[in-house]
Each structure stands twice: as structure tokens, then as C-alpha cells.
């Protein structure tokens, strides 16, 4: 498996490691860029507060807080109802792994990782009534 790195310089440099170590770096970049787009989402520049004030530097208000809690308990509701195999998948695919991903990570092909999501979305639109 060949790995690319692109350093601070711009300089692209190739090397080829093994597939075990291929997979545990891909892996470990994944989950890198997955925490980054997570910070980014939830960042605030504080110069905006110096303009816009204390309010902007909270995110939301206590109505929009306990309405996120609730959500996130339906969510958790849900996913209480899927099969083990479902479950994981579906919290792969929240932590934004693709379909193609979750299939190299569990070994299988990703039609059946594709045909899994579309059965995870139908049972979603059945449980919250969409």
C-alpha cells in the first residue's frame, strides 16, 4: 500500500508500508480529519465577541439546549432498535466514515454496506414518522 504525505512546504513524498500499517494509518488520518470538521463546527472566533458581545459566545439558548437533549435522546431511541451489526454502521456513518470506508474497516463489500445504510434510513423514517 503506498501512503503520500504532504508537508508544510508543499513537497509530496510517497512511501509504501505494508496493509496492516496502510490501514492504521488511513484509519488514524480518518478519524483525524472526523475530530477536525467536529472542532471547526463548534468554533468561535473571539474577535466576534468583541463585537457582537457575551451572547454570541454562547452558542445556544437554554430552549435551543434542551431541544438539541431531546433530539439526541430520540436519536439514542433509535439506535437502541437497530441490530448490533445496524448500530455500528449507522454510528460510523454519523461519525461521517463513508459507505466505502465502513465496508474496508468491517471487511465486506460496500453494496452490502449500501444495502444496510438504505434498510438503517427506511427504519429511521419509519421511527420518527417521516
Known amino acids: 500500500m503506498k501512503i503520500t504525505y504532504e508537508f508544510a512546504d508543499g513537497t509530496i513524498s510517497t512511501i509504501e508500508v505494508d ?3 496502510g490501514a492504521f494509518i488511513t484509519a488514524s488520518r480518518r478519524a483525524e480529519n472526523s475530530c477536525d470538521r467536529k472542532q471547526r ?23 435551543d439546549k434542551l431541544e438539541d437533549k431531546e433530539s439526541e435522546e430520540r436519536v439514542q431511541a433509535f439506535l ?22 465502513i465496508a474496508l474497516s468491517e471487511g ?5 454496506i449500501n444495502d444496510s ?8 423514517q419509519t421511527f420518527f414518522g417521516k
Open 108 to 112: 465486506v463489500g460496500h453494496t452490502a
Open 80 to 101: 437502541k432498535t437497530l441490530p448490533e451489526v445496524q448500530k455500528r454502521r449507522a454510528e460510523m456513518l454519523l461519525d461521517g466514515m463513508s459507505a466505502r470506508e
Open 19 to 21: 496493509e496492516e500499517l
Open 41 to 63: 463546527y463548534h468554533c468561535y472566533s473571539l474577535d466576534h465577541i468583541d463585537y457582537e458581545g457575551m451572547e454570541y459566545a454562547e452558542k445556544q439558548s437554554l430552549e
Open 117 to 124: 445504510i438504505k434498510l438503517i434510513r427506511k427504519k429511521f
